[in-house]
T-cell receptor
């Protein structure tokens, strides 16, 4: 059971370039989330999805787009990367109601925008 | 709006000492969940505990214990007889129930614990 898998694990982008981060879960979870982690700021919610074909904005959505075409996948896109988007990105998934173990997180993607 | 305060940015203890990590929260929700996560130097987030707002029983798991006090809106985490492997950043988090039913997490800024051998 892989849980939540994020690809890639590391990436360096030039300002203005675009990229897509992929999150895949094999637990049949309804909810999926994208967070970013910055030094001294904890994790902040970017976007989330309550099911296939749905997406919603979180706390810091600007500069990002997401898609949930399949239940098991949640994609995070950066159309025109900016240095302020340098961060560690975490994907998470959960059942409809919070399970005993809360959320399952991926191992993170470290993105640097130069 | 949810708020989680982890006032201790960094803590250093000598191995075998006990250490308590503080977490204070604010919410208007009547039902909510509180979590603790551990982030070791390798970077992944490791779930430690979830507590419901209507269950104020303290919990102990090995060297870990949690003290939930609704009256003071606190959910503190104690490590007894600390070990070097406990060195990590610890995050307290509060559930944030959205109108569409999603139950997101609102994180504190974390406490970096260093256990000195």
């Amino acid at each position: 059971n892989a849980g939540v898998t994020q690809t890639p694990k590391f990436r360096v982008l030039k300002t203005g370039q675009s990229m897509t981060l992929l999150c895949a879960q094999d637990m049949n979870h309804e909810y999926m989330y994208w967070y970013r982690q910055d030094p001294g700021m904890g994790l902040r919610l970017i976007h989330y999805s309550v099911g296939e074909g749905t997406t919603a904005k979180g706390e810091v959505p600007d500069g990002y787009n997401v898609s949930r075409l399949k239940k098991q996948n949640f994609l995070l896109g950066l159309e025109s990367a900016a240095p302020s988007q340098t961060s560690v990105y975490f994907c998470a998934s959960s059942y409809l109601l919070s399970g005993r173990n809360g959320y399952t997180f991926g191992s993170g993607t470290r993105l640097t925008v130069v | 709006a949810q708020k989680v305060t982890q006032a201790q940015t960094e803590i250093s203890v000598v191995e075998k000492e006990d250490v308590t990590l503080d977490c204070v929260y604010e919410t208007r929700d009547t039902t909510y969940y509180l979590f603790w996560y551990k982030q070791p130097p390798s970077g992944e987030l490791v779930f430690l505990i979830r507590r419901n707002s209507f269950d104020e029983q303290n919990e102990i798991s090995g060297r870990y214990s949690w003290n939930f006090q609704k009256s003071t809106s606190s959910f503190n985490f104690t490590i007894t007889a600390s070990q070097v492997v406990d060195s990590a950043v610890y995050f307290c988090a509060l559930s944030d129930l959205k109108d569409d039913g999603a139950n997101n997490l609102f994180f504190g800024t974390g406490t970096r614990l260093t256990v000195i051998p």
